[in-house]
């Protein structure tokens, strides 16, 4: 049973405009979700991440957005880069459980020049 | 933030040896983790290293197919014994900084291909 989904398994943006990367869960425990960027050869990158008491969290081009009722979080990256492309990942932790991140497939993003 | 390194980056293995794979962290850490990415999977941890102690598993991982050592705050070693094909995969070392909120680092990753 996969508990963090990111159904699109890719996504191609054009240099300038906005990136939007989707992860649903269906674990209400969670209490904290992160996203991570990862280029290939290197391990994960942490990118920013939000509280399941926040419904927006924004970092400079990133922003989160947490929608508790319909279980989805997105992130939108404005303007998108082409040093953006990368594979994201959606990952979630359950409350009183520090040590564990439940984790997407991943997306992978395309920002074309 | 935090450093890390891992040793081998990537190894081609025979069936049925063994490899050891070695993360290094720039400063001393309580909790550090090894990951497993599968071709075409995401993430999974297979445990949790804390100094001084025996690793702590998760659910479908063994201390003797994985083994590992943690002899102080910036060390950790993995193995991968006794490899199948289906042991091939980016294995990831990886340190949580706050404690709090799951906010992970991770080295480069040892990607190993088991003929």
Redesign the interface.
């Known amino acids: 049973d996969q508990q963090v989904k990111q159904n699109s398994p890719s996504l191609s943006v054009q240099e300038g405009r906005i990136s939007i990367l989707n992860c649903d869960y269906t674990n209400s425990m969670f209490d904290?979700f992160?996203w991570?960027k990862k280029y290939p050869?290197?391990?994960?990158?942490?990118l920013i991440?939000i509280?399941s008491i926040k419904d927006k969290n924004e970092d400079g081009r990133f922003t989160v957005f947490l929608n508790k009722s319909a279980k989805h979080l997105s992130l939108h990256i404005v303007p998108s880069q082409p040093g953006d492309s990368a594979v994201y990942?959606c990952?979630a932790?359950r409350a009183g459980n520090?040590?564990?991140?439940i984790?997407?497939?991943?997306t992978s993003l395309a920002v074309n020049p | 933030s935090a450093v890390i390194s891992q040793k081998p980056s990537r190894d081609i293995c025979q069936r049925g040896t063994s490899l050891t794979i070695q993360c290094q962290v720039d400063s001393q850490v309580t909790m550090m983790f090894w990951y497993r990415q599968q071709p075409g999977q995401s993430l999974t941890l297979i445990a949790t290293a804390n100094q001084g102690s025996e690793a702590t598993y998760e659910s479908g991982f063994v201390i003797d197919k994985f083994p590992i050592s943690r002899p102080n705050l910036t060390f950790s070693t993995l193995t991968v014994s006794n490899m199948s094909p289906e042991d091939s995969s980016i294995y990831l070392c990886s340190v949580d900084v706050t404690g709090i909120t799951g906010e992970l680092f991770f080295g480069e990753g040892s990607r190993l291909t088991v003929l």
């Open positions: 904290y992160l991570y050869a290197e391990g994960p990158t942490f991440s509280s990942f990952a932790k520090n040590r564990k991140l984790w997407g497939l991943g």
